[in-house]
């Protein structure tokens, strides 16, 4: 089974981890330190133990040849008692190791001693090495013993004995009492002793002389100090050298560096405590900030509005998803940008520079403004937009925060509900129409029966009594006329009231000509030439004709008076029709200005004109006539730049056709 350690519990773990690990470092330095420490004491130790016992012998050598040197003199007879005298005062003032100097004779029996014996009981020859002395003929060590002397009482003393000889025969000896204490004290210089401690002892262990005598630390035993020993020869008999080195100065340095690396550890302890506890508020800041961003970013993502912050300069420094989802640029393409923005309408490039600087100046717009952008693709958009200063944590103005709000699919509905509206104004004013159209013709009706009745029979008794034949034909054409309005009047009376029109089989070409018969005064009056082209063999066409005559009449009425502004030379009215493969198409042309790509598309909507006087209602009837014959009427610029009006009329079948050839 496997444990898997966070890897938060594991970063918070991380400065005890290396605290311990130093910790370790420091005691493995520390134990290194101090196993090189005590290898140089040790070294140190050997040399300088080596240094003391060569300097003491040395010193017992130089001893060796001055007593030598006297025993020389005493036997070639030199001195006497009294120069032996006094050649010990002098050299017991230059060696104040030396306790007493005794002559012996060659039996042993005491000559002359300095300082004198106080008895000659103290006087053993027993315990010297006379007889090694004499066989040997050199100086020779005895026993280390006790023995009143220069300065101590009862002080271990190093008897030296060094024989003399007359005229080659052995004639005595001079013994010298050597104080190990003295020896030691006098030839051991300070600075040895400043760090060493020297024991000299005999073969027992008992201590002969030290060097201080007493330890400086008492509270430090002796056994854990470091220690050298080695034999003392000369003078041999066991006597050996024992070096004890002073813990004072190494010691004092190690529990130095125990007392720093304690302190170090406690600082550090509370160093990790304290950076613990940082960490943990450090921590805690962390996730509230960590869970403020993230409730501000979702915030921000859920937002329907583009945010958009701008700095001073106008550059863009912070947009949000929705607004990049409004203008389909990414957040890295549209941060950074200066204007003009990618986002901006070319065509309404000016109009946007003059309100961006304005914002940027401080102009308010308290109830906001609207511009239009584009997106990514090209599509067109209207954008509300509000814009306020952007203050930061100090309260300095950095920039300037605007909201965006898509308006383009209210704006849609207004415009839809807008034209709804227009468009129930419009069948509400139709309907009017109509009511006023129906009643029109109900009323217009009988007076212009009566017209009829009058005019016929004025024309009766005319031609009863053979009158004018001018008058006769103009009450024909009245009549004619009247019937012709009464005609329309019923037509546009079951139009209005929906009733199925009266189709026939009729020929375009007649219709066209007594429509355009009706304008003819008006067209000479206005100096309008009129061409027409209708092929006598047109196909027949299936229609009401009156309906029909009245489409071309309010086309070719239209076209005369586009014309006004035209030179009268140039006047031209062209009529003609075609036959197409079911239908017959008839057009309307004229030489005038024509009609304004941007109002074509309102030509035929109710109540659109564009003559100052116009009711818009023409066109939208004749439309509406037109396609109640299941046909269509259009509008196109002619090449020479007038108007062209055009409308198709389904044929007649062969049955209609063959019932009108009848009648």
């Known amino acids: 089974m496997r444990l898997s350690i966070p890897r938060r519990d594991l970063i918070l773990a991380l400065p005890t981890i290396s605290l311990a690990l130093i910790a370790l470092l420091m005691g493995v330095l520390l134990w290194l330190y101090q196993a090189h420490e005590r290898e140089n004491e040790r070294h140190t130790l050997i040399m300088d133990t080596l240094w003391a ?95 009143a002397g220069r300065g101590a009482r009862d002080a271990p003393h190093l008897p030296l004995v060094t024989p003399i000889f007359r005229d080659g025969r052995y004639s005595g000896a001079l013994v010298v009492d050597i104080s190990l204490q003295a020896l030691i004290s006098q030839h051991v210089p300070w600075w040895f002793t400043e760090r060493y401690r020297l024991v000299l002892l005999d073969a027992n262990n008992a201590q002969l002389a030290a060097k201080p005598e007493v330890l400086p630390d008492p509270l430090i035993p002796t056994r854990e100090l470091p220690t050298h020993r080695m034999p003392l020869d000369p003078p041999g008999q066991g006597v050996t050298l024992l070096v004890t080195l002073y813990r004072s100065g190494p010691w004092e340095a190690q529990a130095g560096i125990v007392a720093a690396i304690s302190i170090l550890a406690l600082v550090a302890g509370a160093s990790l405590l304290t950076a613990r506890r940082q960490m943990r508020g450090r921590k805690r800041a962390e996730q509230a900030l960590r869970a403020e961003h993230a409730f501000r970013k979702a915030m921000e993502d859920s937002l329907t509005v583009g945010m958009r912050a701008r700095d001073l300069a106008g550059r863009i420094t912070y947009v949000n ?196 018969s009706f304008l003819a005064p008006d067209a000479r009056k206005l100096g309008v030439i009129l061409h027409t082209d209708l092929p006598d063999d047109l196909p027949p066409i299936r229609a009401d004709r009156i309906l029909i005559e009245q489409v071309i009449v309010n086309l070719a009425r239209n076209a005369i008076e586009a014309m006004t502004a035209v030179p009268r030379g140039r006047r031209v009215l062209s009529v003609t029709a075609t036959a197409q493969a079911d239908r017959v198409e008839v057009r309307v042309q004229d030489s005038g200005p024509g009609i304004p790509a941007a109002q074509q598309e309102n030509l035929f909507n109710a109540f659109f004109s564009t003559k100052p006087d116009g009711m818009g209602m023409g066109l939208n009837i004749c439309r509406s006539l037109i396609e109640f014959h299941h046909g269509r009427l259009w509008y196109e610029t002619a090449a020479d730049g007038g108007g062209v009006f055009s409308f198709t009329i389904p044929r007649a079948t062969e049955d209609e056709h063959e019932l009108r050839s009848h009648h």
């Open 53 to 147: 016992e060569q300097t003491l012998r040395f010193q017992l050598g130089s001893d060796e040849e001055k007593l030598r040197l006297l025993a020389e003199d005493l036997g070639r007879g030199m001195l006497g008692p009294l120069g032996f005298e006094g050649k010990a005062r002098q050299m017991m003032a230059g060696n104040p190791e030396f306790t007493r100097l005794r002559w012996l004779e060659a039996d042993g029996a005491l000559r002359a001693a300095l300082p004198p014996l106080p008895s000659l009981a103290e006087h053993d020859p027993a315990q010297l090495p006379l007889n090694e002395v004499r066989a040997l003929g050199r100086p020779a060590y005895g026993l280390v013993s006790l023995a």
């Open 321 to 516: 998803p929705a607004f990049c989802a409004m203008t389909g640029y990414s957040p890295d393409e549209l941060i950074g940008q200066e204007p003009p923005m990618p986002y901006w309408v070319p065509e309404d490039y000016d109009r946007t520079r003059e309100v961006h600087d304005a914002v940027l100046v401080g102009t308010p717009y308290p109830s906001g403004f609207e511009l239009r952008f584009q997106r990514r693709d090209g599509e067109k958009f209207d954008a509300l937009i509000y814009e306020a200063p952007l203050i930061d944590a100090d309260g300095k103005h950095t920039g300037w925060m605007g909201s965006f709000v898509d308006i383009t699919d209210r704006k849609r509905a207004e415009e839809g509900q807008r034209q709804q509206q227009e468009k129930l104004q419009q069948t509400s004013r139709l309907v009017t129409m109509g009511e006023m159209a129906s009643t029109l013709a109900h009323e217009l009706n009988q007076p212009l029966s009566a017209i009829t009745s009058y005019a016929t029979g004025s024309l009766n008794r005319l031609q009863a009594a053979g009158g004018d034949p001018e008058l006769e034909k103009a009450l024909t054409k009245l009549s004619l006329q009247a019937r012709r309005a009464g005609a329309i009047i019923r037509r546009i009376h079951d139009f209005v009231r929906k009733r199925e029109p009266r189709l026939t089989a009729c020929t375009l070409p007649e219709i066209a000509q007594d429509a355009l």
